[in-house]
């Protein structure tokens, strides 16, 4: 799973559940001060079996969702990198998904 950041804002273990072209789920293991409706930088670092490599995605905060154990938290993403880079992630991770 790839791991993300937002600096200053989410930092630690945080994994990117899900993504797509237009929006992100990011499961954090505490609880963010992320606020609805701002925009944050997300760094993203892609496992490495993706041969894909870091990149930023600016984003809207959507809402969040506490289960006890974790947190997620879903964007909208505004700006991706310029590039296939993106791309290219998305339609790695819905390959690797759609594997038995």
Do not use: H
Request: proline share 5%; with cysteine; glycine share 8%.
């Amino acid at each position: 799973m790839s791991q993300v950041r937002i600096p200053g804002v989410l930092e630690g273990e945080n994994l990117l559940k899900d993504i797509s072209i237009t929006g992100c789920c990011v499961e954090c293991t505490v609880a963010p001060d992320i606020q609805a409706g701002i925009k944050y930088q997300l760094e993203v670092e892609p496992e490495s079996a993706s041969r894909i490599g870091n990149f930023r995605l600016q984003v809207e905060s959507l809402w969040m969702r506490n289960d006890g154990y974790s947190t997620e938290a879903g964007f909208f993403i505004i700006a991706s990198p310029k590039g296939r880079q993106f791309q290219n992630y998305v339609d790695y991770l819905a390959y690797r998904n759609s594997q038995p």
